[in-house]
């Protein structure tokens, strides 16, 4: 293990050393690993958008051993999905990638405050030989304390199993504008909150330079702190992420270009930032194209490309 893995173990002190283990099994895996960056494909837009929308791009991505094969292929630190694509292809693969079971979701097919369903369990996470659970929480949502308290005992339970806790970070809900949902202040908050909740890594949007709250907005303005830039608005996030002390990756986002996509990029490794979860914008490309373009992604985070 090099030291750049180990100073970062060093900040979860009060879990196992299961728990520990399986936090470097993510660091140490890859073509970032040992680099303290991470790259990690997530797959459960066919459960949250439906299957047309999230394959017919890539009709290859209908089969869930290809999103195996794209994340092996490409050298990611991981592949999360929800409990039925990582069934489809958990033994196939055994060991090969480390595995990062979504144990909640919802479907776009009814309007109302979002609160996913639990979708699975630590012991099917165990089974499938995953490294961590993953979470989404909704700050925003009027039901959000239902999440929170959700992944309060889900993580208490993996941890005392040795996995790791991932947990999604998404602001939206009728509490929030749909400007608010990625505002500077809304975002960092939601880092914040996710650490609080005891994630060892969390994942949000890159936020915007939209203040949401009024009383936020007067303490940017009088602390002058600086957003103006999308790296200082991630170095913000990652501050408000215990100061830097927990991992904390980024959104790929809707589908875009993929010179917009590099500049987010070097925005979050500018920032500070640990690295990116990207979905749509790899798996909806040919596997090759895919392959080539986590490739770039994980080659800026590790400075071989500009």
């Known amino acids: ?33 040992g680099t303290g960056r991470l790259v ?7 459960f949250e958008h439906g299957p047309a929308r999230s394959f017919a791009a890539n009709a290859a991505g209908y089969d869930p051993r290809y999103h195996f094969e794209l994340a092996i292929g490409a050298g990611c630190n991981a592949y999360a999905a929800p409990l039925g694509f990582l069934e489809a292809g958990a033994a196939e693969f055994a060991g090969e990638i480390p595995l990062i079971l979504k144990l909640n979701n919802s479907d776009s097919l009814a309007g109302g405050e979002p609160c996913p369903a639990l979708t699975g369990s630590v012991d ?3 089974r499938l030989g995953c490294a961590a659970i993953g979470f989404t929480i909704y700050p925003g949502s009027t039901l959000r304390n239902t999440m929170y308290e959700e992944i309060r005992a889900l993580g208490e339970e993996a941890k005392r199993k040795g996995l790791a806790v991932v947990v999604w970070s998404y602001p939206r809900g009728s509490g929030l504008s749909k400007e608010g949902e990625t505002a500077i202040d ?31 907005k007067k303490v940017y303005e009088k602390e002058r702190v600086p957003i103006a830039t999308l790296a200082e608005r991630v170095r913000h996030v990652v501050q408000s992420a215990f100061n830097g002390r927990r991992i904390l990756i980024f959104s790929g986002g809707e589908a875009k270009d993929t010179a917009s996509i590099f500049d987010e990029v070097r925005a979050v490794r500018d920032g500070g930032g ?19 373009f986590l490739q770039t992604v994980m080659d800026i985070y590790a400075g071989r490309t500009k």
């Open 124 to 126: 099917e996470a165990l």
């Open 274 to 292: 640990f690295g990116s979860i990207i979905g749509r914008n790899s798996f909806q490309r040919p596997r090759k194209e895919a392959i080539d």
């Open 186 to 216: 809304v975002v960092a908050y939601a880092a914040q909150i996710a650490c609080q909740l005891g994630a060892h890594v969390v994942k949000v949007k890159l936020p915007t330079s939209h203040i949401e709250q009024a009383a936020a």
């Open 40 to 46: 990690i494909l997530p797959v459960d837009q066919g």
């Open 1 to 33: 293990m090099n030291e750049r893995v180990r100073e970062i173990l060093g900040w979860y002190a009060s879990d196992s050393p299961g728990t520990r283990a399986s936090l470097a099994r993510l660091l140490s895996h890859g073509r970032l690993g």
